[in-house]
């Protein structure tokens, strides 16, 4: 009910009619999960999955493979092919929660699907064609990290189609 939450729900509302990538930003705790359900849940998608990554949580050669998935005997332990989470969303909605944490090769990974909308397994030759809406978050400051030279500015860009702040508690606490 604050009015700088009435800002962010008209914006959800709007913006998730459109299929394109959001950025939700803001500090831990703002809700910026429930932000990606909503948007979710105002899309054409809404009846398809809605995918979510936490991508802090995982290293990154498993993110790699949560993400992009595997070919049995790509690596040691890969003992069956597992489709990733992109294949799982197809159709319908990634989340990455936490951004900001990926590695470099993560972000180059991240970049060229967004740009062709196409992936390749680990361990797998031939590309992947899925139709996925992403919404990324973060509670980092990705332009200052960007400017640091710590985050790339080209998927900065693709991630920050549209951006959604979310106010700290601090502005919101008739609501809590």
Known sequence: ?????????????????????????GESGTGKEL????LHKESSRKNQALIKIDCAAV??????????????????????????????????????????DISPRMQLRLLRFLQEQTFTPVG???PIQVDVRVITATNVDLEAKVKRGGFREDLYYRLKVVEIVLP?????????
């Open 168 to 176: 700290p508690l601090k502005q919101r606490t008739s609501t809590i």
């Open 59 to 100: 290293t990154e050669d498993l993110l790699e493979s949560e993400l992009f998935g595997h070919r049995k005997g790509a690596f040691t332990g890969a003992d069956k092919d597992r489709s990733g989470k992109l294949l799982q969303a197809d159709g319908g909605t990634l989340f990455l929660d936490e951004i900001g």
């Open 1 to 25: 009910s604050s009015p700088a939450m009435e800002d962010v729900y008209r914006l959800i509302e709007n913006v998730g009619k459109v299929d394109t990538t959001v950025l939700i930003s």
């Open 124 to 126: 797998q030759d031939q």
């Open 35 to 38: 932000a990606a359900e909503a």
